[in-house]
C-alpha cells in the first residue's frame, strides 16, 4: 500500500485548503484511510476517517464542521477539505491507511499500518 499527500501550504486563520492522497492499494481494500496531524512537540492525533467499503466518514470534535473527508473511488484519491482553519490546525498531516484485521478504532494512531510521508499544513 502506498499514500503520497499533497495539498499543504501556509493560509491565513479563517481560510481553507485541501489536501489529496493518491492511494495504490494494489488490489487491497483497507478498512478505512485517516487523516492524522502532528504538532511540534505534540503526539500524532487522528482528525478524520473514512470506511473504505461504504464511505462513512468519522472526525475528531477539534474538526468537526469545518473538515470534510471524501473518497474519490474512480481515482483512488482521498480529500481532506478544511475550511475555517486556525492556528491551532498547524501541523504536518499525514494520509494513513488502516487494514481490514485492525480491531482498535480509527481515532487510534496504531490502528493505521500504512503511512505517507506528510503535507505541511501552516495557519497563522
Known amino acids: 500500500v502506498q499514500l503520497v499527500e499533497s495539498g499543504g501550504g501556509s493560509v491565513q486563520a479563517g481560510g481553507s485548503l485541501r489536501l489529496s492522497c493518491a492511494v495504490s492499494?494494489?488490489?487491497?481494500?483497507?478498512?478505512?484511510v485517516g487523516w492524522l496531524r502532528q504538532a511540534p512537540g505534540k503526539e500524532r492525533e487522528a482528525v478524520a476517517a473514512?470506511?473504505?467499503?461504504?464511505?462513512?466518514?468519522r472526525y475528531a470534535d477539534s474538526v468537526k464542521g469545518r473538515f470534510t473527508v471524501s473518497q474519490d473511488n474512480a481515482k483512488d484519491i482521498l480529500y481532506l477539505h478544511m475550511r475555517n482553519l486556525k492556528p491551532e490546525d498547524t501541523a504536518m498531516y499525514y494520509c494513513?491507511?488502516?487494514?481490514?484485521?485492525?480491531?482498535?478504532?480509527?481515532?487510534?494512531?496504531?490502528?493505521?499500518?500504512?503511512w505517507g510521508k506528510g503535507t505541511q499544513v501552516t495557519v497563522s
Open positions: 473514512i470506511e473504505r467499503a461504504d464511505g462513512t466518514t
Open positions: 492499494e494494489y488490489g487491497y481494500r483497507n478498512k478505512c
Open positions: 494513513a491507511a488502516a487494514p481490514r484485521s485492525t480491531v482498535s478504532p480509527w481515532s487510534y494512531v496504531v490502528s493505521y499500518d500504512y
